[in-house]
């Protein structure tokens, strides 16, 4: 009897990131990449956005594997977040583990025998199907798609990918194996749909190396560039290009630079010369004309650094009249604004800016023409799109419409979501839990919408600190109360508001040691909701109101005051 197969994306599915899908054969869980995304504004003081692992905490003993696409955060990120609760082989290629392994330190993870390097040639074999991989293209090098084989047809994940004729060796897309796969049937397909909307093909790497030696070659001081540090292709066509133009490469940021150090150490960047990296004890004493200054980092971080560069406040190298601030990624919408922004500050520092989005079309995923090439190769039963939001998605759909495939063949899924292949048809079935997990420091999953709200207050209405001590001995207020104020308003200029607050506080204090039924809950909550109340008629805000009452124990008069 055949198995059943189910397919469930934890994540990536109506977002960007957190790329997440679960192939289940039989009693059999394949986990096909655990990645994660940064958080958006509103999520204040969260450092990162994991998949909720519910689903897989109750199937623990069902995971075969963790299979991994390639070294970006979007695709491997909660891994070690992963492993504190399942505990299971991890596989990737040479680089991709090795980057989960600085995660994994960095996470406290000591054990990492568990940890498994597989090329395109490997086929691993498990009891309900095998696991085989091919080469893609993408913008870190030991980029893979995953193929899970089972008795029904092949399920393939690409991962993130584009098509490139002109890819260097290492980032060569298997179009053998692309076509191989397609006759040997795939029963389902889920593919990126990062650049579903974008009709316009991506230019080849050796257009983007042409860019960039331009740049460098015309720019008469330095340049400084901007670059995501996970963006290897970025990282090494900037070293070529440097190369070529006679500069040598300054790296500014520590964080992601462990990264580009593993690279160099497995061949995966291939320096053009010893020299074309420089010494930060030389850059002062430089011709600035021979002068590139890589600001790396994550997601974002980029863009905050060369703000601080452009405004005098970053500790290592400030940008200078002569400078050209050169932005080599591709900001998403989200950042447009902020990109806005930086650009005027470089050239309120006397700088010039540029990016290499102004005169080509740069991405690391596939275009239209791309994503129906990969349907045409494959000639899958059934699409899943994955890794896109909403949009994204859909039209993602509509290109496979535009080659005869039918809503019945597309699924158009949410987190969560079961697709079941039984009896010879694949369909929506039920749900499973799966959301977002937010992750701040230490803390994985304890941070709710009540503490976010708490801080969204914090941040724009600001906190007020009422103190007291009471006896309810004596049935009297012992000392304040006391008021303080933080980003809601001056206390200097708020004398009346604030003794107006004093005196309401003394008066809810003395009724409630009065009372012969004292609660310490009602009397904070009695506080906080008259307050509250009389803050926002005056002010119209609502800070966050913080009573802070204590007894004293013991209360001696000052001895001076006895009779």
């Not at 080509?360 to 596939?366: F, L, P, T, Y």
């Not at 039920?430 to 992750?439: I, R």
Request: with cysteine.
């Amino acid at each position: 009897m055949s198995k059943t197969i189910k397919i469930i994306p934890l994540g990536g599915v109506r977002e960007e990131g957190k790329n997440m899908y679960l192939v289940e054969v039989g009693e059999s869980i394949f986990v096909l990449d655990c990645g994660l995304t940064f958080p958006e504004e509103g999520l204040l003081g969260i450092d990162a956005v994991i998949p909720d692992f519910t689903y897989l905490e109750e199937n623990r003993d069902r995971v075969v594997g963790i299979f991994l696409t390639n070294g970006h955060e979007d695709a491997v990120g909660a891994v070690p977040y992963l492993l504190d609760v399942v505990s299971a082989p991890v596989f990737g290629t040479e680089l991709t583990i090795e980057l989960v392994k600085i995660q994994a330190k960095q996470r406290g993870l000591v054990d990492l025998d568990n940890f498994f390097s597989i090329d395109e040639d490997t086929e691993i074999e498990f009891a309900d199907a095998s696991v085989t991989f091919f080469k893609t293209t993408h913008t870190i090098p030991d980029s893979v798609g995953i193929v899970v084989n089972t008795d029904q047809g092949k399920i393939v994940y690409t991962g993130d990918f584009r098509f490139d004729p002109s890819a260097a060796e290492l980032y060569q897309t298997d179009f053998n194996r692309l076509t191989n796969l397609g006759e040997a049937g795939v029963l389902a397909l889920l593919s990126d749909s990062a650049n579903a909307e974008t009709p316009v093909r991506p230019v080849g790497d050796l257009a983007i190396v042409s860019e960039l030696q331009n740049v460098f070659q015309n720019a008469e001081g330095r340049v400084v560039v901007a670059s995501i540090g996970s963006n290897i292709s970025r990282i090494q066509q900037l070293l070529d290009a440097a190369h070529h133009t006679h500069r040598q490469i300054f790296f500014v940021g520590e964080s992601l630079l462990d990264i580009i150090d593993v690279a160099i150490k497995l061949d995966k960047i291939k320096l053009p010369s010893r020299k074309v990296i420089g010494k930060w004890k030389d850059l002062d004493s430089m011709d600035p004309s021979k002068v590139v200054i890589v600001q790396t980092g994550e997601v974002g971080e980029p863009l905050q650094e060369l703000e601080k560069m452009a405004t005098g406040m970053h500790p290592d190298v400030n940008i200078e009249a002569t400078d050209l601030v050169y932005l080599a990624t591709t900001p998403s919408i989200a950042v447009e604004t902020q990109v806005a922004k930086i650009k005027d500050l470089v050239y309120r520092a006397g700088a010039t800016t540029q990016s290499i989005t102004d005169h080509m079309a740069v991405s690391g995923h596939a275009s239209q023409d791309d994503l129906k090439f990969m349907i045409n190769f494959l000639k899958p039963k059934y699409l899943v799109p994955v890794n896109g939001e909403s949009r994204m998605l859909v039209a993602h759909a509509q290109l496979a419409k535009e080659l005869g495939y039918s809503d019945s063949q597309i699924f158009l899924t949410h987190i969560g979501d079961v697709i079941e292949y039984k009896n010879h048809k694949m369909t929506m079935t039920q749900t499973v839990t799966a959301g977002d997990t937010l992750v701040d420091g230490l803390g994985v999953g304890d941070i709710g919408n009540v503490v976010l709200r708490d801080r969204r207050i914090l941040s724009e209405d600001g906190i007020f600190v009422v103190v007291a001590t009471i006896s309810r001995r004596l049935e009297k207020v012992l000392v304040g109360p006391q008021i303080t104020s933080r980003g809601f308003v001056y206390m200097k200029t708020s004398i009346d508001l604030i003794q107006t607050c004093s005196d309401m506080t003394l008066d809810v204090l003395e009724e409630h040691l009065a009372s012969d039924n004292f609660d310490w809950g009602d009397l904070k909550g009695d506080l906080r909701e008259k307050l509250g109340k009389y803050l926002f008629k005056e002010t119209k805000r609502r800070p966050v109101v913080l009573p802070i009452i204590m007894e004293a124990s013991s209360y001696q008069p000052n001895k001076s005051n006895q009779n």
